[in-house]
């Protein structure tokens, strides 16, 4: 292994109190005195997460004497100068099980460079080394290294020596150590990778088979797959999880272990449909938002917020190809594809912060609403996720129609990878609105008002009937009616506009909808509804025992706020009609947008 100027020693040291040893030696410190600092946040995760706070003890040593450290902020410290190589040892507590941050027990260590890798002020524009070595004992030998990081003396998969560039390269790819299951394939001649970290009982070869064909399908819609040695999924299993990260060379997931395909199965149920999703989603970030960049990442300020209005378009136009490609790559049929779709507009009906906030606001202001969203998030707020999907899709009808279906948004985006993605040249909000303009010959100034900066409707019924497909609105049938579908006539009788959580002793409002009935009544979040008419009710008795009365009727209920007890008056209410499906009225028309496929997810 060649050692760079700095270098990192990583050992996984204590997997029962979960911590990392780091040993950061930086050969020429600044003659001022050496500057060093963690990031707040991580690229793709828009929070202030403040990642130094992990850090349990902090020393520095140069020439084998301790050298002082003064803590300049909440993150950052600065060394006295010293004359040599300057040692930093410090330890991080790693306890988070999510794709952001650092986990590490008796099952498995992952991290992202961001969690452990302080960075050198002034020269982190230089090479780094990292070594990484194995958890001592016996039941470790098993272990594995998973990690895009380019190799410096270690073996692919092995502990050793790995390296990068610079500092922003270095926390670009997350590492993953554990016995875990490896599934190669190649696509366009890279060679492309999944780890499954965690229990589990997939169908690896299944796995495979897909993920290349999803692979294959984004790679032709760009022309190319962006310059890299390897690409890798790293999946955790867990009981109940979900989430994703991407990375330039690689992303890190985290999935229910039964959402992925159990060995034989033929079929492509909701969980594995799901989880297909969250690959395919993770993956178009290569191109969006990995090298196609907004202007204020170039570069990253790590230290602070970095606001910007586009997440629409780098989350949301990701959010409306993810299933879109799963469509073009046969992974699932028409028919899945439209039921996905109507989910996504189902949960923008079901969000009334839609009439109050538009979408450049929800990107912008990521940082306190969305990511830090609270009981009252839906009556604010809209996701700029499931709001900027339904946005794409709205833009790339409005292109079909207005080129007489020779121009997509498929065309848009090879345009702004060969133009803005290759050649890393960040774009602005009006800079994104004119190249889109300019390159599909669309005057597209109307549809970007309404669509990105106010709260109104977006022309959905009249977009997609334009395309042969017909939005259909009913009542939901209940807590767990996502939509997509056509209803079971099984519409409760009722609507109270409150989300329940589960409790041990009674129905807990989670979220109460403004002007809806249970609002009227005046229930808050948080509060515990016990009683129904007087009887005694709770999460599983509380929908039978509402579905008694008619639209009209007035219901005692009674329950607490914290400790005291409250009464209120429901008015029972008929269910509104914010559960949307989508239907095939003219086949012909739909060709344009959509591949007519069998009906029968394969």
Not at 557 to 572: E, Y
């Amino acid at each position: 292994m060649q050692q760079h100027s700095v270098h990192y020693r990583v050992v996984p040291a204590d997997p029962a109190a979960h911590l990392f040893e780091i040993q950061l030696t930086v050969i020429n410190p600044v003659a001022t005195g050496q500057i060093f600092s963690l990031p707040a946040w991580l690229p793709g995760s828009y929070m202030i997460r403040d990642f130094a706070r992990n850090i349990v003890t902090i020393k520095a040593e140069c020439a084998g004497q301790p050298v002082a450290l003064t803590k300049l902020d909440k993150q950052s410290w600065q060394a006295v100068p010293c004359h040599g190589a300057l040692i930093l040892k410090y330890t991080v507590y790693a306890w988070d099980l999510s794709v952001r941050s650092a986990h590490f027990d008796q099952s498995h260590a992952f991290f992202n460079g961001s969690s452990l890798f302080l960075r050198v002020h002034e020269q982190d524009d230089k090479p780094c080394s990292v070594e990484l070595l194995r958890p001592k004992g016996r039941e470790y030998k098993p272990w594995r290294v998973a990690t895009t990081l380019p190799l410096n003396g270690a073996a692919l998969w092995g502990f050793g020596g790995y390296q990068a560039n610079d500092y922003d390269e270095l926390i670009d790819h997350p590492v993953e150590i554990a016995d875990f299951t490896l599934i190669e394939f190649e696509v366009g001649g890279t060679p492309h990778a999944m780890t499954i970290s965690g229990k589990h009982y997939a169908d690896n070869g299944r796995l495979a088979v897909d993920l290349k064909k999803i692979c294959e399908t984004q790679v032709a819609l760009f022309g190319e797959l962006p310059p890299m040695a390897r690409y890798l999924f790293l999946v955790l299993t867990v009981d109940e999880g979900y989430g994703g990260l991407e990375h330039r060379h690689s992303t890190a997931l985290i999935t229910a272990r039964d959402d992925l395909p159990q060995r034989g199965e033929t079929v492509i149920n909701n969980g594995y449909r799901r989880f297909l999703g969250l690959c395919s989603h993770e993956y178009f970030h290569t191109w969006n938002v990995k090298r196609i960049k907004p202007a204020a990442y170039l570069p990253y300020n790590l230290q602070a917020e970095s606001h910007t209005p586009l997440l629409w378009f780098f989350e949301g136009v990701t959010s409306y190809y993810d299933d879109l490609l799963l469509l073009r790559s046969g992974c699932i049929d028409r028919t899945g594809y439209l039921e996905l779709l109507g989910q996504q507009i189902t949960r923008l009906l079901r969000t009334p912060g839609r009439h109050h906030q538009s979408v450049s606001e929800s990107s912008f202001d990521a940082w306190t609403k969305l990511y830090k969203a609270d009981e009252n998030a839906a009556n604010a707020t809209i996701s700029y996720y499931n709001k900027g999907a339904l946005i794409a899709l709205c833009l790339d009808l409005t292109i079909r129609r207005e080129s007489g279906g020779q121009l997509s948004l498929d065309d848009v985006m090879r345009a702004l990878w060969q133009l803005h993605g290759k050649p890393l040249i960040g774009v602005t909000s009006e800079g994104l609105e004119q190249f889109i303009e300019e390159t599909t010959g669309v005057n597209l100034k109307a549809f970007f008002a309404l669509a990105l900066r106010t709260a109104q409707e977006l022309p959905l019924s009249e977009l997609l009937g334009g395309f042969g497909i017909t939005l259909n609105l009913r009542p939901s049938e209940g807590a767990e009616d996502k939509g997509g579908r056509p209803g079971n006539g099984k519409t409760p009788p009722y609507y109270t506009g409150m989300r329940l959580a589960a409790d041990p002793v009674g129905a807990k409002a989670s979220v109460v909808l403004n002007h809806s009935p249970a609002h009227q009544a005046g229930i808050s979040a948080g509060d515990l509804v016990m009683a129904v008419d007087g009887m005694k009710t709770d999460n599983s008795r509380l929908d039978k025992q509402l579905s008694r009365f008619q639209p009209g009727d007035r219901v005692t209920l009674h329950g607490f706020r914290r400790d005291l007890l409250q009464q209120w008056q429901l008015t029972i209410t008929t269910p509104v009609a914010d559960t949307a499906w989508l239907s095939v009225a003219h086949e012909q028309q739909t060709g344009n947008w959509l591949p007519h496929q069998e009906d029968g997810e394969k």
